[in-house]
């Protein structure tokens, strides 16, 4: 499933802006860069029933060359059962535990990182089972255009959770997927992640 074109448009719309405000100095087209990431603003705002301003405000704070943000998830499985937390965030629904990458943060510690912040887990990052184009995969519009890196982790030991966006660490069959948080992880995505546990020899997967 691919994203819808207002989607696409405003996100290169908007990073046409903000790259081209990093290299100009001429005053002309700053504000023609100004205005072309106020249209994308618009256009994203009219689409989710955002506010234009706040839309405005988040992509006013982005600097520098725009590039995809990248989203981790942390696939570990016991009994042929998968990891997940629920998201407080968005009504107590389901994910696979992530999150952004912190800046000069290998993708690796990340993923440790965020697994043990949010299901209290130690592991250690052995595979990268897939890189997805958020875009392409069913979920909902964001902001941002994103990348979402999922990795294989060994689990090592189990500790005591101090989540502040999640809860609820809990195991679950492939039959018995709950309510997903579809802004983090689709149902496609987990089936292909259950692939990946039934054929270990699978090649990374990427777009």
Not at 48 to 69: C, H, M, N
Not at 143 to 159: D, M, N, P, Q, T
Not at 176 to 202: C, G, K, N, W, Y
Request: proline share 7%.
């Amino acid at each position: 499933m691919t994203a819808p074109k207002w989607l696409t448009w405003s996100q290169r719309i908007q990073a046409i802006a903000q790259s081209g405000l990093q290299y100009t100095q001429n005053p002309f087209d700053i504000e023609r860069y100004h205005e072309l990431s106020r249209i994308a603003a618009e256009m994203m705002a009219v689409q989710t029933e955002a506010d234009a301003g706040e839309v405005l405000r988040i992509f006013s704070a982005q600097e520098g060359y725009a590039t995809p943000k990248i989203d981790v998830r942390g696939v570990v499985f016991r009994n042929k059962k998968i990891l997940m937390v629920r998201e407080l965030m968005d009504g107590g629904k389901w994910t696979l535990p992530g999150g952004w990458i912190d800046i000069n943060e290998p993708p690796g510690y990340a993923i440790e990182r965020e697994m043990r912040e949010e299901a209290g887990v130690v592991v250690r990052a052995r595979k990268l089972l897939a890189v997805y184009d958020r875009n392409l995969h069913g979920h909902p519009p964001y902001i941002f255009h994103a990348y979402k890196l999922f990795f294989l982790c060994e689990l090592i030991s189990e500790a005591t959770p101090d989540p502040v966006e999640t809860s609820e660490p809990t195991w679950f069959g492939e039959k018995e997927i709950p309510e997903l948080s579809e802004a983090r992880v689709t149902l496609e995505e987990i089936s292909r992640m259950f692939e990946h546990l039934r054929q270990p020899d699978l090649p990374t997967d990427f777009d």
